[in-house]
Nanobody, 124 residues
Framework: QVQLVESGGGLVQAGGSLRLSCAAS????????MGWFRQAPGKEREFVAR????????YYTDSVKGRFTISRDNAKNMVYLQMNSLKPEDTAVYYC?????????????????WGQGTQVTVSS
């Protein structure tokens, strides 16, 4: 079965960095657009970043542009999220997401597969 397993979350001070990783298995990885969503306590799950299946195209939500970078390694079935200049408002559970096709939806309803999530906490 399809599994997306996130790692790399943790507690960091404001201004710090974290790198999230997502290991995918059970799917033809290069056929899937990949991305990251996050969910803060009491809030809806929201889109963060996506990368096309070839890795040629990326897109970010405005609040993380210039601070976060998504990347993927199709040979290793991995996707990453490098998060720099972290802010307390970045605190959330971060979820890896996969969608068959060229582009990952920015809506939770379009995603085919989810990881279990990894907690990111940014202290002020």
């Amino acid at each position: 079965q399809v599994q997306l397993v996130e790692s790399g979350g943790g507690l960091v001070q404001a201004g710090g960095s974290l790198r999230l990783s997502c290991a995918a298995s059970g799917l033809a990885f290069s056929n899937y657009a990949m991305g990251w969503f996050r969910q803060a306590p009491g809030k809806e799950r929201e889109f963060v970043a996506r990368m096309s299946r070839s890795g040629s195209t990326t897109y970010y939500t405005d609040s993380v542009k210039g601070r976060f970078t998504i990347s993927r390694d199709n040979a290793k079935n991995m996707v990453y999220l490098q998060m720099n200049s972290l802010k307390p408002e970045d605190t959330a559970v971060y979820y890896c997401a996969a969608q068959y096709g060229v582009r990952l939806s920015t809506s939770v309803n379009g995603v085919d597969y989810w990881g279990q999530g990894t907690q990111v906490t940014v202290s002020s």
